[in-house]
């Protein structure tokens, strides 16, 4: 039977929606936190990016979810173009009413509700009967389609529920108004062959299952989550639930990069459209861990850095007589582009704002005089810029765009006699600061230059550094946490200087901690 969704109208059998979690799954695991800038950058990426549904936060989480999910809502949710914007909520009429309150002004919006239904998390978890459990979700999914006619609702910890009773749920969900059902595999417990079960179960005994649609959403505590989503479009799913880069609870949630490219590049096994345009899933890879500070391992399927590295030589041999032996995709097809070497110091500005743009950047006029700036600096100093380094500098400029303080410039004295001294420049709200300060080693002596200027009781509880690119003279990316009354937050920063690399990733922390503490005590700018 042909679903008409409320949101997509007629859709095809083989049609599937691409449904995003990347903002609330992948966000709520430790050290993924975004501020509300990075999640509307996000936002905008991921809608280049095609996908169909975007969960955009859990708006009941705290006063700072709900604004970042409202904030999606009235900019990212008013395009033409935009996906669906979605808030979760858990079955309560607080929840539910907090969600749909924050998705109210999108063009498209759907409330999501859950609650578990496995014997152990009802008894342990929320200590309440099966039949009340039931009742909940009538009630929920009743409340939430008041608010919009795109609802879903998804059964915690469905794979580890007993098959009647999931039945029984997911019946009252249809009759109560959901449009989508999510069968979520919440602990990555389950193998491909349980989700072909579960789903041909739900889709053939369900009453009314032909006219809704099954969702998948898969954890990878056994790094199965991808394996179990193609598993369960075999059996009737027609919603995936992935994240990019694979982020999200514990081991993470399905990559939204892998199961699009395997069902791109299996066709003959799994059948299915969407909407993705798969050239633009590097840069919101990349993109994703520029802004959390998390890299990919190099070895990660499709946007790894080794993705496409042939090492041995009888890989190098083959591929270069067809690229297909080795090659199941092509690296450009994912968005690796060929030839990354691009602008050189005699380059200007119309070529820069001309690779920036083949790149995806659309940056104001400020960020692209700050950024040409930088990419002069760079181009002085660094023999070959790559592609590379424009997105890591234009990354680090556009981060900045909102801080109250930002890094003005830093002069160090260091080496093996004696302390470090560093003489640093900051500008705080609009007035430059200066301060001079030693300490054991060039990054001490800076960090304690910043502590001068801007007196604060965070602890430094992380800081790392890598390449951007090869060779000596490659740019440092640093990521620096900070901790303040038990809150994190990780700041990156980027630069040919390792120590100014630093001392920009610890002031984007600083920033951080600031717009969190103002959320708490408005005073806080004044510190
Ligand atoms: O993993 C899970 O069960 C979830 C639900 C809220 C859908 O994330
Ligand atoms: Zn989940």
């Not at 009413?97 to 109210?104: K, P, Y």
């Not at 070497?341 to 083949?358: I, M, P, W």
Request: charged share 25%.
């Amino acid at each position: 039977m042909t679903i008409v969704h409320p949101s997509f109208g007629t859709l095809d059998d083989n049609r599937i929606i691409i449904f995003d979690t990347t903002l609330r799954d992948g966000e709520q695991s430790p050290g993924f936190s975004m501020n509300l800038h990075e999640k509307i950058r996000m936002a905008e990426a991921l809608t280049e990016l095609g996908v169909d549904v975007l969960e955009a936060g859990f708006p009941i989480a705290s006063p700072g979810d709900f604004e970042s999910v409202k904030a999606i809502a009235d900019s990212v949710g008013q395009r033409d173009d935009s996906p669906v914007i979605c808030g979760l909520a858990r079955s309560g009429r607080e929840d539910i009413t907090r969600a749909g309150d924050a998705v109210r002004s999108a063009k498209r919006k759907r409330i999501h509700s859950f609650i578990a239904t496995s014997p152990l998390h009802m008894k342990v978890k929320l200590r309440m009967e099966p039949e009340e459990v039931l009742q909940a979700v009538s009630d929920s999914v009743e409340l939430a389609r008041s608010f919009t006619d795109d609802v879903e609702w998804s059964a915690e910890d469905g794979t580890r529920t007993d098959p009647d009773f999931l039945c029984r749920c997911v019946e009252a969900a249809i009759r109560a108004g959901a449009t989508t059902i999510n069968i979520p595999d919440t602990v990555g417990y389950a193998l491909p062959e349980d989700m072909e079960r579960i789903f041909t179960m739900v889709r053939t005994r369900v009453p009314g299952a032909d006219t809704i649609i099954l969702s998948t959403h898969n954890h990878n505590d056994l790094g199965l989550a991808v394996a179990n989503t193609l598993a369960a479009l075999k059996a009737g799913a027609r919603q995936i639930e992935s994240t990019i880069n694979g982020i999200g609870e514990r081991a993470g949630n399905a990559s939204l990069e892998e199961a699009i490219m395997a069902i791109r590049t299996r066709q003959d096994a799994v059948p299915y459209t969407n909407n993705v345009k798969t050239t633009n899933i590097l840069r919101v890879s990349k993109m994703l861990s520029t802004i959390t500070g998390f890299d990919v391992q190099p070895n990660k399927a499709i946007v790894g850095r080794n993705a496409f590295a042939h090492e041995a030589g009888i890989h190098q041999d083959g591929v270069l007589k067809d690229a297909s032996t080795y090659e199941v995709m092509t690296p450009e097809s994912v968005g690796w582009t060929k030839n990354s070497l691009v602008l050189g110091k005699h380059s200007g500005r119309a070529a820069f704002r001309d690779r920036l743009d083949q790149l995806g950047y659309k940056v104001g006029a400020n960020q692209l005089n700050d950024a040409f700036r930088r990419f002069k600096d760079l181009a002085d100093r660094k023999k070959v810029v790559f592609d590379e380094d424009l997105v890591a500098l234009v990354d680090d400029e556009v981060m900045r765009d909102h801080e109250h303080v930002r890094f003005v410039s830093l002069d160090l004295h260091a080496g093996s006699k004696g302390p470090a001294r560093a003489h640093l420049e900051l500008d705080v709200d609009g007035e430059v600061k200066s301060a001079e300060a030693t300490g054991n080693g060039p990054v001490d002596a800076t960090f304690n230059a910043i502590q001068a200027i801007f007196p604060h009781t965070a602890n430094l509880v992380l800081f790392s550094v890598g390449a951007v690119t090869e060779g000596t003279d490659a740019q440092a990316k640093t990521t620096v946490r900070l901790e303040e009354n038990g809150k994190m937050v990780d700041g990156q920063g980027a630069d040919s200087d390792t120590i100014v690399s630093a001392a920009r990733a610890y002031v984007h922390a600083l920033n951080k901690l600031l717009v969190k503490r103002l959320r708490t005590e408005p005073a806080a700018l004044s510190a």
